[in-house]
């Protein structure tokens, strides 16, 4: 239920935040070269002369009826744009978490094993290093290196098939799922830590289980209760990373896309992909409540 109001409060922020930026969409289309008066048509053309309140009106009208309007500069439907570009995103998006989480758990482990130890202060120390880059940075640098002179991986694009997109996507997935994995390594280091020294892992030791079983049945399930709440919280900042990435690895998703109509002051593409990441990332969130109860019983009894 918390979605609806959620929506409702993005709508209205962001449609009165594009009209915020500067400029208009008919001056973008048209170029520095149009008359006053054709600029002045064409908005009166877009319906941008009415006031607030009746635009505002008016796009909610068409938002209940499922129309999110047509793009200013490229002339088609904004839902299609977002059909056919959201695909790459998710893709992109659940390929870095997917990354994210391989490069997260094991080093998380491995240094809640050897804490205070060289082993435990190198994790740390790369990771640390890696979460204060930016993440337009850390793509540059792989673009760089393990594409253009190394050439292992293509510099751009989407590629054709399943295989495909994982090839093309694995350097913009492993710039995102590196920043993902120095959030996830810290938190998850110290709730494996907090939860080795639980009085049921010393009885499950003192049953004689095995190392192995110790670990994946009683450490790994309730260290991963944080962690899961923190990989859910992220999601959000790997969509708005994939806004970055894409456009370094010309990629053609919803990111680059957004950058693009908030350069071209495409009004309906930026109001309809805000829509989109914010119902998105708030099925996200109720995904990962449900993930967390099933974690830990206890969170259906509150």
Known sequence: MQIIPTFLAVMLLVFLL????????????????????????????LGLDRPLPV??????????QGDLGDSISLKV???RLIAERLPVTLFLSVYAAVLGVLLAVPLAVLAAVRRNTWVDALIRG???VGLSLPVFYVALQLLTLLGARLGWFPIGGYGEGFTGHLYH?????????????????????N?????????????????????????????????????VTLLGLNIGGLIGGAVITESVFAIPGVGRLMVDAIFGRDYPVIQGLTLTFAV??????????????RLDPRVELN
Not at 195 to 217: D, N
């Open 191 to 227: 709730s494996v830590i907090e939860v080795l020294t639980a009085e049921y892992v010393s009885f499950a030791r003192a049953k004689g289980l095995r190392g192995r079983v110790i670990m994946t049945r009683h450490v790994l399930r309730n260290a991963l209760i944080a962690t």
């Open 169 to 189: 996507l694995f350097l913009p997935a492993l710039t995102l799922g590196l920043n993902l994995a120095a959030v996830l390594v810290r938190t998850l280091r």
């Open 55 to 64: 635009q505002f009106g008016l796009f909610v009208q068409r938002l209940l």
């Open 280 to 293: 998105v990332v708030s099925l996200v969130f109720l995904v990962t409540d449900l993930i967390h109860s």
């Open 18 to 45: 594009v009209r915020l930026l500067p400029g208009d969409p008919a001056s973008a289309v048209l170029g520095d070269r149009a008359t006053a008066e054709i600029v002045e048509r064409t908005n009166r053309e």
């Open 77 to 79: 439907p904004v839902l």
């Open 126 to 128: 790369v990771f640390q």
